[in-house]
């Protein structure tokens, strides 16, 4: 059978055990009238259905914060500085720097991290459906209509501003950063700009906020395309006012 084959009856011989043992406790369960134990199990089970309703609700709160339609590569592109011949008129629909977010209809900014350089992946972001490649001069294949531009990650974060119409320019941004502190210090800003009658929107470590309503957050600066989404949100929905805790990675990182 060779090692694998005998590990593939080892595992259905610890499945098949495990299955009668449960249905001896199932009987003795059943003989008994039911235990404190089949009681907890039952509880637990509402507890997590009541969790994955939860966990639903918040990502259709999230997908409302970024839904998207498409912009023209050329007014995608506006006050970025980049060579090359695109095809201006190419309809976008999603910016990614992940090679797993690329599919059809996007662009895709590659990127040079400490580890990986997402131009190594370029011809599979073709394969997939990308329709317009960002990279930077250093990158190991350049086409002509590929847009080559000095920092791919600052252009990254204009490309967000721009899909998203540029929402930071219609607010009044307050940046808070620092080793310590950005937390409680954006809350209080906030309460205080509440408190004066003006409408502010929050982006920070624990989530976002637009009045009251909420999405929880991953990072303390969220990725471009998830930032502008918020912002835009937030622009729409009133807030005439940003509150944002601002991280020395965000900030390293032109996000």
Not at 24 to 43: F, I, R, V
Not at 98 to 119: C, L, M, P, W, Y
């Amino acid at each position: 059978l060779g090692s694998h084959g005998i590990q593939l009856l080892l595992d259905k011989m610890q499945e098949r055990n495990e299955k009668t043992r449960k249905a001896e406790e199932e009987g003795n369960k059943a003989e008994n009238g039911g235990t404190l134990e089949s009681y907890d199990h039952e509880m637990s089970s509402a507890a997590r259905e009541s969790e994955e309703e939860q966990k639903k609700q918040e990502a259709k709160r999230k997908k409302s914060f970024f839904r998207r339609a498409f912009m023209l590569l050329g007014a995608l592109l506006e006050n970025i500085a980049y060579t090359g011949t695109p095809d201006l008129n190419a309809e976008i629909r999603y910016i990614c720097s992940n090679i797993n977010d690329v599919r059809e209809d996007s662009i895709f900014v590659a990127i040079k991290g400490q580890h990986t350089n997402a131009a190594e992946y370029i011809p599979l972001a073709i394969h997939l459906g990308a329709k317009a490649i960002v990279c930077g001069p250093d990158a190991p294949i350049i086409l002509s209509d590929f847009i080559v531009v000095e920092q791919p990650r600052q252009a990254l974060a204009l490309l967000c501003s721009n899909f998203y119409g540029r929402p930071s320019d219609d607010l009044h941004v307050i940046g808070v950063t620092g080793t310590n502190g950005k937390t409680t210090t954006s809350y209080m800003i906030r309460h205080i700009l509440a408190n004066a009658g003006k409408k502010t929107g929050l982006i920070g470590t624990i989530e976002a906020c637009g009045g009251e309503d909420c999405v929880g957050m991953n990072n303390t600066t969220p990725e471009p395309w998830e930032l502008y989404g918020i912002i835009k949100k937030l622009r729409d929905d009133g807030c005439r006012y940003l509150v944002m805790e601002v991280s020395s990675q965000g900030l390293h990182q032109h996000r």
